[in-house]
């Protein structure tokens, strides 16, 4: 990460029980893990040194979410690295997930910029209908056989927020 000059990246399956940070080859690890103890999937960041010293906040949601709260020269930025549940797993799973999504994003301070990354679990697909103001033209839409697809293009929506990239 240092060679390409990689700043902040979410890390995924990080299989780490609990929350904590650690400190190596030039970055501080957040993860947020299972409660119980159990090396199950879990979230974190990997963040530059050199930014270390703009975190205010460090929040460990649950193994699936975790907010990183930095101060910049403009104001406040809140990271929020995820892991979403894939395809295969029961929907009211997938909705408790995107429900609390919401309920960290609403907690966010509302005057800082909000960065929502890491795996959505999302096929991708063409289809913008609907989604135009959320979803960007280049690899976005949600495939409509993808039940996260469309819980992740309708968090977008309900959010209003402007997705960017393409995912698989």
């Known amino acids: 990460m240092g060679s390409m000059r990689v700043e902040v990246t979410a890390?995924?399956?990080?299989?780490?029980?609990?929350?904590?940070?650690?400190?190596?080859?030039g970055y501080t690890y957040y993860w947020s893990g299972c409660?119980?103890?159990?090396?199950?999937?879990?979230?974190?960041t990997a963040i530059?040194?050199?930014?270390?010293?703009?975190?205010?906040?460090v929040i460990p949601v649950n193994e699936q979410i975790i907010v990183i709260r930095l101060k910049l020269v403009l104001g406040f930025m809140s990271l929020i690295a995820v892991y979403a549940a894939t395809d295969v797993c029961k929907l009211d799973l997938k909705e408790m997930f995107f429900a609390k999504l919401v309920f960290v994003l609403d907690s966010c301070p509302w005057r800082s910029i909000h960065i929502v990354f890491g795996d959505f679990s999302v096929v991708s697909g063409c289809d913008r209908a609907g989604y135009e103001m959320s979803a960007c033209p280049?690899?976005?839409?949600?495939?409509?056989?993808s039940e996260n697809g469309l819980l992740f293009q309708d968090f977008g929506r309900s959010q209003k927020l402007k997705i960017f990239g393409s995912w698989h």
Do not use: C, F, N
């Not at 530059?48 to 906040?57: F, M």
């Open 11 to 25: 890390l995924l399956e990080v299989r780490r029980p609990g929350s904590s940070t650690i400190g190596i080859g």
């Open 35 to 44: 409660s119980i103890g159990h090396h199950l999937p879990g979230v974190a």
């Open 48 to 57: 530059s040194i050199r930014l270390k010293p703009s975190i205010v906040e």
């Open 138 to 145: 280049h690899g976005s839409g949600a495939d409509t056989s």
